[in-house]
């Protein structure tokens, strides 16, 4: 098992996705539910693909914290 971070963000058209640590995996989609599930989908996939290709599966290396600030 590993876990990997996610980053969701907010665009013009709906959310997109993207796994730090495993470049290239990125999804996007009109609702964040629609892009969250396209970027899980992505992360199987881009998996399974290094798995096929005998590629070493990355390790998670990237943390993520929230910080709230007054302004």
């Given at each position: 098992?590993?876990?990997?971070?996610?980053?969701?963000?907010?665009?013009?058209?709906?959310f997109?996705a993207y796994v730090?640590?495993l470049?290239?995996?990125?999804?996007?989609g009109?609702t964040?539910?629609?892009?969250e599930k396209?970027?899980?989908?992505a992360i199987?996939?881009?998996?399974?693909?290094?798995?096929?290709?005998?590629i070493?599966?990355?390790l998670?290396?990237?943390?993520?914290?929230?910080?709230?600030?007054?302004?």
């Amino acid at each position: 098992m590993v876990k990997y971070v996610i980053i969701f963000e907010k665009t013009e058209t709906g959310f997109c996705a993207y796994v730090p640590d495993l470049p290239g995996c990125i999804a996007t989609g009109k609702t964040r539910n629609s892009v969250e599930k396209n970027i899980l989908d992505a992360i199987r996939f881009h998996l399974e693909g290094l798995k096929e290709e005998n590629i070493k599966i990355p390790l998670s290396t990237t943390n993520a914290e929230t910080f709230v600030f007054a302004v």
